[in-house]
């Protein structure tokens, strides 16, 4: 369990918001040779930075069918700031055994991110499938929606009576610390009170918790509550315990809410022990707020631009000592930034077209210095197409143009901002990566940039590479002390700095320290926009229309058996 003292409710983390995943095949190939094939699906998720594959859950079979719509659900946890690699395998069950090499007809596979089903319209996403050489294995359809119960958020109030005295001087400063059960039967701690002095029949504030941190969306998991005594040596005193479920609470105030705080120790040396006092819920409401997915399935666009450092200080891009290196072996730096932010943003971005800038170089054919200077060389249109046209573009740049100076970012946050004022309506949202080596030249300008474009629908990521010192790009990162220029202060906090180094693997897995730096910068993305939103009342959205039509899903878990008809039957794992 962790410890108290280890807890921060600002970082603390909170399960993911839950996605429930509907599968349906068209078109599937035919195996069995008096009948139709009996067909099902098993879906195998990928570890973060791993290649490794690993058996999530499978469909029921259907039996005798070439188009099933499988009833059975896959509910995988979705983190926006993680790239969530799924693959889906297709099998004609010939046996009742869960072991699938025995099943020896393989009808294809699918493989995609959780965030291109989220993210495609309607949040549907039909593929084909492959993996046979030489046939045609029809296509696996996926519609995905959130579980309501993930943007609930509880408001609660308690108070305490008659709590054990622990001061020698005076009454217990007691404080409550929540926990949420996990299914390995360990406790993650998920909330705390404040501390109230002297006192020992204490009423606490009211508190606000997502429903998701305190039970993970099963409303009978139980929460555990201990009661502590407050030591400012942060040795607190355990004054006891009890236990509840979300289900109890949201019941409200009743009699089934007064807790009785127990102390096993106590319990157990004294005969005549109660309790250690009493803990009452006063009050409790829940209310449903928009989630980021609610946006993005409403269509809202991400729209992700790069910008790069062409600062001398990179090093001559021929040389191995360099930044910009272009190893034939491995990516550089930058190349492993950029492409490991923009695989994850760019399933959220339906043209996949993304504006690609470079900055502090000397551009050919006269020489001139430019702080924002198209990588395609085409100032109309600078978009690249896809990650992969990104890095092409970046690559062809250091072979073009002269790397010089200064270190300026803010030409770059106005050219975005400039794009992000024509788009308020909560259409979309720009996500700017800026990629340097060095210490910013034109800080009061950049701050002033920072201030104007945050009151805009967009956030900026500045990923720091090589050993310099950044400290003062620390400046820039609102998380303690919100950036301010001329007087005015940041509307919103929307910038996220860190540096690379903080996230290689010792190893030299290039996959894991790419997967552990987009996890840390894209983690306060979706709360950006969320900010954002909310500062302008906008509301998500309707889901949009899937693109063609839907296939019809069943509502009934079997079917009465005929040579035609298709049936389901269960294949335990």
Known sequence: MAAIRDFDPLNSTVPATKIEITVSCRNLLDMDTFSKSDPVVVLFVQGLGTKEWREFGRTEVIDNTLNPDFVRKFVLDFFFEEKQNL?????????????????????GQMFCTLGEIIGSTGSRLERSLSGIPGKKCGTIVFSAEELSNCRDIATMQLCANKLDKKDFFGKSDPFLVFYRSNE??????????EVIKNN???????????????????????????????????????????????????RGQSQFNVYEVLNPKKKGKKKKYVNSGTVTLLSFKVESECTFVDFIRGGTQLNFTVAI?????????????????????????????LKAVGEIIQDYDSD?????????AKLPPDGKISHAFPLNSTTETPNCVGIEGVLEAYFQSLRTVQLYGPTNFAPVVNQVARCAAEVTDGSQYFVLLMITDGVISD???????????????????????????????EELDGDEVRVSSRGRNAERDIVQFVPFRDYIDRSGNQVLSMARLAKDVLAEIPDQL?????????????????????????????TTSTNSAPQERSMHA
């Not at 099998?91 to 025995?102: A, C, P, Q």
């Open 352 to 360: 996949k077209h993304f504006p690609a800038y470079g900055f502090g």
């Open 200 to 250: 020992l029949n204490p009423v606490w504030q009211p508190f606000t918790i997502p429903v998701r941190a305190l039970c993970n969306g099963d409303y009978d998991r139980t929460v555990k509550v201990d009661v502590y005594d407050w030591d400012r040596d942060g040795s607190h005193d355990f004054i006891g315990e009890f236990t509840t479920s979300y289900r109890e609470v949201s």
């Open 530 to 558: 969320l900010s954002f939103m909310k500062s302008r009342g906008i509301e998500p959205r309707p889901p949009l229309p899937a693109c063609s039509d839907s296939p019809s899903m069943s509502t009934t878990t079997t």
């Open 443 to 473: 800080m009061a300008q950049t701050k002033e940039a920072v201030v104007n474009a945050a009151s805009l629908p967009m956030s900026i990521i500045i990923v720091g590479v090589g050993p310099a010192e950044f400290d003062a790009m």
């Open 87 to 107: 693959r889906f395998d297709v099998y004609n069950v010939d046996t009742r055994s869960s072991n699938l090499s025995k099943h020896k007809d393989f009808l």
């Open 309 to 337: 450092d062409f600062t001398a200080s990179n090093g001559n891009p021929s040389q191995p000592t360099s930044l910009h290196y272009m190893s034939p072996y491995q990516m550089n730096a930058y190349a492993m930034a």
């Open 184 to 193: 390995d039967g360990t406790f993650t701690i998920c909330h705390k009170t």
